[in-house]
């Protein structure tokens, strides 16, 4: 199978936002994103604290954390920016936008969370058409103080996921070539979707969730598949891992099987 190019490489005409990116990655060797899907604040803090060494980024599902008022919340947001320039890692706040562009754009600056001034990435489904790629970059490029970047759902992990019908993901990938200063990258299975139809998949970023080592899927319909396999096989840039690590016994110790995996994978594929 063909290699691909170092991160190193690709950030050297990569936007702010993926030269940030890769460069953090090549430093401090982990292409592992954790996704710290537990409610209580205080504890998501402490894991990230002792796991911010081992990762590129932190995923947030903001909207399922307990907080006990809107204080709660900007003190949480701020002591998660303080660990991101702690640690070296992005921020990514898995918010699935999915409307029309008007109404993502209040959701992505408004409301409690304000996802724009502490987010530095987030993604959308490209259900609702480029409208909410203009939408959620008008935002982006005109009122964040620092680089963000969109990331579009191409794939999904689910079983049943209606990716695979049709022209969706052709359809996906128009719209982050037409907007390329918004779209950063994709929620992927690989980076296939972009290598069957042209040769600039060096230009975005894939992620990929969907990663453990000990399980095959959950009651609801998750499938998994190993840092080797996503990272190694598919070509994907970023594994993305929730379960497999948060709810192990040593999270730490687990996150660093992750990372090592991941790194060995991509530096097997890799090209100078
Ligand atoms: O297709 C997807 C897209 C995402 S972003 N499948 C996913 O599982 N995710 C997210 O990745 C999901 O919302 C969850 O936060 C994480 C996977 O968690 P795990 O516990 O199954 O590793």
Known sequence: SAQT???????????????????????????????????????????????????????????????SSVDAIRSFTASLTALSQKHNFLIFEDRKFADIGSTVQHQYRGGVYNIVEWAHITNAHSFPGPGIVTGLGEVMLKEAKEPRGLLLLAEMSSAGNLSTEGAYRAKTLQMARDHKDIVCGFIAMGNQIVTESGDDSDDFIFMTPGVNLADKGDAHGQQYQSPEFVIGEKKSDIIIVGRGIIKAEDPVAVAEKYRAAGWEAYEKRTVA
Do not use: Q, W
């Open 5 to 67: 190019r170092s991160y190193a490489s690709r950030a050297e005409k990569a936007n702010p936002i993926l030269k940030k990116l890769f460069g953090l990655m090549e430093e401090k060797k982990t292409n592992l994103c954790v996704s710290v899907d537990y409610t209580d604040p205080s504890k998501i803090l402490d894991i990230i604290d002792k796991v911010g060494p081992k990762v590129c980024m932190v995923k947030t599902h903001i909207d399922i954390i307990s907080f």
